[in-house]
């Protein structure tokens, strides 16, 4: 049952707010000791216990008048509180102490340090006070701190504004101790223009009418939490409500008009509590759990999991029926599941500090995983996707840029840089190996108690290692989770057999896949490994340095890593390769990834014959699992690129590669029928673009055919293939169909579709047209926070055009990129170069522009550029030799 909740209705319901109280006290006590210990840029003297925050922004003119009282203790006798403050000015600042009394702060404020100091001019002793002070900020046009989003609607252009603060920008919001350390009780009073909608963390507790016309909205306390999970919006919006089993009022938030396109998210939200609710055995603590959906874009998140206000871009969240394909519900679904799961992971336990961001991230990618799978099955049959992430992990773990999954941060901006592949794809992929490792009951065991004990409070990764050792005893659980979080880089399993008195006696060896480091002498990891031969039992392992392994029978071959579940890669001896290799349809679909995706990144560095990842290629049969298919694909993809620099050999090798893909393609053909699965509709989808990007003539004359037959046929374009067709068509675009897309771009009235317009307006091959898009970038048309998209989108294309074009107008863009995602934007832009010039360009910005503590990112961009150079001059000869013999 769906319902639109009353405002009546709403109060009713928020009548049930949940006592926090006696959770937090212990939580608090239980914090006492890493209070010495956690990383912080404030004074230990002063801590946060209340804030009553209450504000009145005034969206047109990008500014907000704000007044907070913050109940704090003082532990140590200062002349001085201070807190973290940006872009802000204080007026009537005064402390309370507890018996009334009143004294003057003189407040300064140090930019650089993003904070402000209150002094006084006696000492305060310990004990309870109060800080009030009157402040006004900045309402920004990128999404951090409070933000305004403009979007078109078909009534003319509107107005919304939101919060964003993860990692550090509630400081724009509030002057707070805005480290996730510092958990405090938040009261929110807003004043809003009447006729707007005012979304918090808690339900609406009271609504003032004003004099002027205005209504001041009051929420209810929250829960104890971290500032960086405080949220507001305001603006003309929707919203659709239902209770969930637990009685906690579940919502989602849109733009005027466009709430029902949410209600999938709705239903999923639903499904989702149900399950985690079972799966922590701890109910979700809030009253309510709104979704809110904006329009725009981030170059850097989709979604943000604020304490029951979930924030997400509309292009993540809204399934307009005419445009969303299954690959769009099934974002939705993922997305929705992943911010869900931080109100635990996250919200209700949170790291004490950045080093542990993979306690939110890997935990949150991870759990999203799972759940999706089970209440999806028919999203991922073959159960392959953990090895996509996992391997996806290991692409960027295998370079000395890479950093541990738990790691000591400092800044600010490095806490900004530690949201990326490694916090989350090996974050998760290590999880789904460890909870592989203890058992999945052990694992939930381990993960409640973890959440019992640390409630409302904060935790380290030691805390959670403690949980798991009690849940699963005895088997070296430490030091394998040791091994892999506070290690960088990649296992590598070399495997080989031999038959005695008729078992298979398997030896393992540890060493380390790495991409730039050919020479290093490995690390040493405690690595579980499944070994099976053909249908027989799994065999469990841990590898220490080596280890040895028998099997009933010589006639199956072996394979390593069953299933999987480990983070490692496996390098087999050349016969035991073949074994496999020959047997490889009779493998389950996860192990033939596995051997495919490894085989390609060991034939990448050198380590395995290129012709043994073709030959792999070649031999997917046509009835293999869809993903399979996308890897072969992406395979013939990746030998595109290396023939770049050889146009005759690259139209030849072209011809081949379409001839094999075209005769899976003509299993499925253009129209989508009614029993493809969600898998085969994505690989429909994926060949038509890989065939679209080799120069198919049959397929780019279909897309242009339906390109041109949409205007007056929508039917021409499906939801399913809109999105995929589009893309082939603006790739190849000419001058007249580049103003085409132009022209639908400047007439959409949905945000979301204008949105989509501009990004194809910078996909164009062609130099001319994508260097018309980057200039239009710059010219605010596509919207505040589309320009930087739209740089992006050509430098996937152009990575050289784009980033030289960025750094030339780098004042320009800077104001299209958030603050603390400089340090990533620009390097990513030239990361895909294939010229060796530009990694010097990227690490001359980086020493120009970019604190040295913030370089990483730069130097993993040059040191990629770098790599895949010398590596290219290596493959080529044996992709060539291999090409002649199938005389290409
Ligand atoms: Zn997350």
Redesign the pocket.
Same mark, same amino acid.
């Given at each position: 049952m769906r319902r639109i909740l009353t405002f009546a209705a709403a109060l009713a319901l928020a009548g049930t707010a949940p006592c926090f109280a006696s959770a937090e006290r212990g939580a608090e006590a239980a914090g006492e000791a890493l209070a010495a210990t956690v990383t912080t840029q404030l004074p230990r003297t002063v801590r946060p216990v209340h804030y009553a925050i209450d504000v009145a922004p005034d969206a047109g003119a990008l500014r907000f008048d704000g007044r907070v009282s913050i109940d704090l203790e003082v532990l140590e006798a200062t002349d001085r509180i201070v807190l973290q403050a940006v872009d802000m000015t204080f007026s009537d600042s005064a402390l309370v102490d507890a018996g009334g009394k009143s004294r003057r702060a003189k407040v300064s404020v140090d930019a650089a340090r993003q904070n402000a100091s209150f002094t006084f001019r006696r000492k305060l002793k310990p004990g309870r006070y109060t800080l009030a002070t009157r402040y006004s900020g900045r309402i920004g046009t990128q999404a951090n701190g409070l933000f305004a989003l403009d979007y078109p609607t078909a009534e003319g252009s509107r107005r919304a504004l939101f919060t964003q603060f993860e990692n550090s920008d509630a400081r724009r919001f509030v002057p707070s101790w805005d480290e996730p350390f510092h958990k405090a009780t938040f009261d929110l009073a807003v004043t809003a223009r009447d006729g707007d909608m005012v979304v918090g963390n808690m339900p609406v507790a009271s609504v003032e009418d004003l004099a002027d016309g205005r209504r001041k909205v009051v929420f209810q306390t929250t829960p104890r939490m971290s500032t960086y999970l405080l949220f507001l919006a305001i603006g003309e919006f929707d919203r659709i409500a239902m209770p969930s089993d637990g009685d906690v009022e579940i919502g989602v938030v849109a733009q005027r008009g466009k709430a029902e396109q949410a209600l999938f998210a709705l239903d999923a939200t639903a499904d989702i509590l149900r399950a985690y609710d079972d799966y922590f055995g701890v109910a979700y603590p809030l009253p309510k759990l709104d979704n809110i959906a904006a329009p725009g874009r981030s170059q850097f998140f989709s #979604?943000?999991?604020n304490w029951g206000a979930i924030f997400t871009f509309e292009h993540s969240f809204l399934l307009d029926p005419a445009i969303a394909s299954t690959a769009d519900r099934q974002r939705v679904f993922s997305l929705t599941a &992943? %911010?869900i #799961? &931080?109100q635990w992971f996250?919200n209700l336990v949170t790291m004490a500090w950045w080093d542990d961001l993979w306690l939110? %991230?890997g935990f #949150?990618?991870w759990l999203a995983g799972r759940t999706t799978r089970a209440l999806h099955p028919e999203w991922d049959r073959s159960g392959v996707r953990p090895a996509f992430t996992s391997r996806g992990a290991m692409g960027q773990d295998a370079y000395a840029t890479s950093h541990p999954v738990v790691q000591h941060v400092e800044t600010v901006e490095q806490a900004s840089q530690a949201f990326d592949g490694i916090t989350?794809g090996k974050g998760a992929a290590v999880i789904a190996m460890l909870e592989d490792y203890v058992g999945e009951n052990a694992w939930r065991e381990g993960v409640r108690s973890y959440i019992r004990r640390h409630a409302y409070g904060n935790a380290v990764t030691d805390d959670l290692w403690r949980a798991m050792e009690q849940a699963a005893p005895g088997r070296q659980f430490l030091a394998v989770a040791h091994d892999f979080t506070r290690q960088t880089g990649v296992p590598l399993i070399r495997a080989s057999s031999t038959c005695v008195d008729g078992r298979t006696v398997v030896t393992l060896a540890q060493g380390e896949f790495t991409m730039d480091r050919p020479d290093k002498t490995p690390l040493h990891w405690r690595v579980p490994v499944s070994v099976r031969a053909g249908e027989g039992e799994p065999v469990r392992v841990l590898v220490d340095g080596t280890a040895r392994v028998e099997l009933p029978g010589c006639e199956a071959p072996v394979r390593v890593n069953a299933g999987q579940k480990g983070y490692f890669r496996t390098l087999y001896e050349p016969t035991q390769f073949k074994a496999l290799a020959a047997d490889f349809a009779a493998l389950p679909a996860v192990d033939q990834l596995g051997l495919m995706l490894d085989a390609g990144a060991l034939a990448g560095v050198g380590l395995q014959p290129e012709a043994d990842l073709l030959d792999l290629a070649m031999q997917v049969p046509l009835d293999a699992a869809p993903e399979l298919w996308q890897l072969v694909s992406s395979t013939l993809e990746e030998i595109d690129d290396l023939l770049r620099d050889d146009a005759q050999r690259q139209k030849a090798f072209r011809a081949f590669a379409r001839q094999h893909l075209a005769a899976k393609f003509q299993t499925l053909g253009w129209e989508v029928r009614g029993e493809d699965d969600a898998t085969l509709r994505q690989l429909r989808t994926g060949l038509i673009r890989t065939l679209g990007l080799f120069e198919d003539p049959q397929v780019l004359a279909e897309a242009r055919r339906r390109f041109d037959a949409s205007s007056s046929d929508p039917a021409a374009l499906p939801a399913e293939l809109r999105r995929t067709v589009l893309g082939v068509v603006a790739r190849g675009a000419d001058a007249g169909t580049w103003d085409r897309l132009h022209a639908m771009a400047r007439g959409e009235v949905s945000a979301m579709l204008r949105d989509q317009y501009y990004g194809l307006l910078a996909s164009a091959a062609d130099a001319a047209l994508a260097r018309r898009a980057l200039d239009m970038a710059l010219t605010g048309e596509p919207g505040a926070t589309n320009g930087a998209a739209m740089i992006s989108g050509v430098s996937f294309e152009h990575p050289d055009l784009a980033f030289d074009f960025a750094v030339a107008h780098r004042e320009q863009v800077d104001r299209l990129v958030d603050s603390t995602s400089r340090a990533r934007y620009y390097p990513r832009l030239g990361a895909g170069s294939r010229k060796v010039e530009t990694a010097a360009n990227i690490r001359a910005f980086a020493e120009r522009h970019l604190d040295s503590r913030s370089r990483r990112e730069a130097e993993t961009a040059a040191v990629g550029i770098e790599t895949r150079a010398r590596l290219r001059e290596a493959r080529l000869p044996h992709v060539n030799a291999w090409l002649l013999q199938r005389g290409i």
């Open positions: #979604a943000m999991e &992943h %911010e #799961a &931080h996250g939110n %991230e #949150a990618t989350y």
